[in-house]
């Protein structure tokens, strides 16, 4: 399935900026999980190259953004469980689009 979703300190993941998760605290957790791995930079238009990882085997790709991490791509509950041990680690929530 495809459908973006955010690991966000935020009630609302649009609001991330008002209790950001910072790039180290991201980079650190993101090194640590077991479940994903580091992959190709991507280039966002707006701050540049960040890193990104992934679940082994998904084409889901996980990226720090203004804050928050953005979830991308097609995945599977492989990604959703690591989306929701991230957020657990970072002391943070899982949210969709819609909320």
């Known amino acids: 399935m495809s ?3 955010h690991i ?6 649009t609001q991330s900026f008002e209790n950001p ?3 180290p605290e991201w980079e650190d957790a ?7 791995e580091e992959g190709a930079p991507w280039e966002w238009k707006d701050i ?7 679940v082994p085997g ?6 720090w953004r ?3 991490i953005d979830i991308k791509g097609y995945y599977s ?12 680690t970072l002391g943070a929530n899982v949210l969709g689009d819609d909320d």
Request: overall charge neutral.
């Open 77 to 88: 509950d492989k990604t959703e469980e690591a989306a929701k041990v991230l957020a657990k």
């Open 66 to 68: 203004h804050g928050k």
């Open 3 to 5: 459908y973006d979703f």
């Open 48 to 54: 540049g190259l960040q890193k990104t990882y992934s």
């Open 8 to 13: 966000t300190r935020a009630q609302d993941w």
């Open 21 to 23: 998760i910072s790039v």
């Open 30 to 36: 993101a090194a640590q999980c077991p479940l994903i």
């Open 58 to 63: 998904e084409t889901a790709v996980f990226s």
